[in-house]
């Protein structure tokens, strides 16, 4: 299988890793950010020219996590994505809230904060950001609450947790402190150990001087 991928991206960051996680070896099609909007190999694949793509033989799907969703059930025996209904529910929920509502939170404010300055793309828009972390901070609590004693979000390892730690890989250059989240904190050090997530995550680490 190919996988459409820049190395920057968080939405490619969260396939990686559960590539990684599921010992399914993908092949690279390198994709500069940058470009990925003129890019013609990626636009044939992806009428939306994003990444990431998975193309696996006459197959192509685009959309991180319905990719993810699909490298899962390539190994069911890793139950990334479980197959009981309400189980899998669970995992879908917290899929659907980290797309819709912490992911472009913290990503808004990680933006502002740290990527326009590393990319000299200008000064941080103060009014967004203060209205982006009071929304972070609500649903950061919700997570925090829903946490509690569990060591993953869904009580199993799941494509849930990948997801939701893509949200977090800024939080210190963006100032988004754990310090009152002691459940969020120990989750997002649990899973940031693991070896799929650092093999995942090394090239952004290095290019973005974290
Ligand atoms: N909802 C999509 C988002 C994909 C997306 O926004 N990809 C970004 C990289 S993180 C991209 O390709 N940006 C290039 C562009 O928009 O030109 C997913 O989860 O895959």
């Given at each position: 299988?190919?996988?459409?991928?820049?190395?920057?991206?968080?939405?490619?960051?969260?396939?990686?890793?559960?590539?990684?996680?599921l010992g399914i070896?993908?092949?690279?099609?390198?994709?500069?950010?940058?470009?990925?909007?003129?890019?013609?190999?990626?636009?044939?694949?992806?009428?939306?020219?994003?990444?990431?793509?998975?193309?696996?033989?006459?197959?192509?799907?685009?959309?991180?996590?319905?990719?993810?969703?699909?490298?899962?059930?390539?190994?069911?025996?890793r139950n990334l994505l479980p197959v009981e209904p309400r189980a899998r529910a669970l995992v879908e929920q917290w899929l659907y809230w980290q797309a819709i509502h912490l992911g472009p939170a913290m990503q808004t404010v990680a933006f502002e904060r740290f990527v326009k300055a590393r990319f000299e793309l200008g000064p941080p828009d103060t009014a967004l950001v203060e209205a982006k972390l009071k929304d972070a901070q609500k649903f950061l609590q919700v997570f925090e609450q829903a946490l509690g004693k569990r060591p993953w979000i869904a009580d199993e390892l799941s494509v849930a947790d990948f997801a939701l730690a893509s949200t977090f890989i800024y939080r210190k250059p963006a100032d988004i402190s754990l310090a009152q989240l002691p459940a969020v904190s120990a989750w997002i050090h649990r899973l940031e150990a693991r070896d799929s997530w650092r093999q995942a995550f090394a090239p952004i680490v290095e290019r973005m001087g974290l």
């Open positions: 299988m190919k996988l459409y991928n820049s190395d920057l991206s968080p939405n490619c960051l969260r396939v990686r890793a559960v590539a990684f996680e070896e993908l092949e690279m099609i390198g994709v500069g950010l940058a470009s990925a909007g003129s890019n013609e190999l990626l636009r044939a694949v992806n009428p939306n020219s994003k990444v990431p793509v998975l193309v696996d033989e006459d197959f192509v799907l685009w959309e991180s996590r319905a990719i993810n969703n699909y490298l899962c059930s390539k190994r069911p025996d």
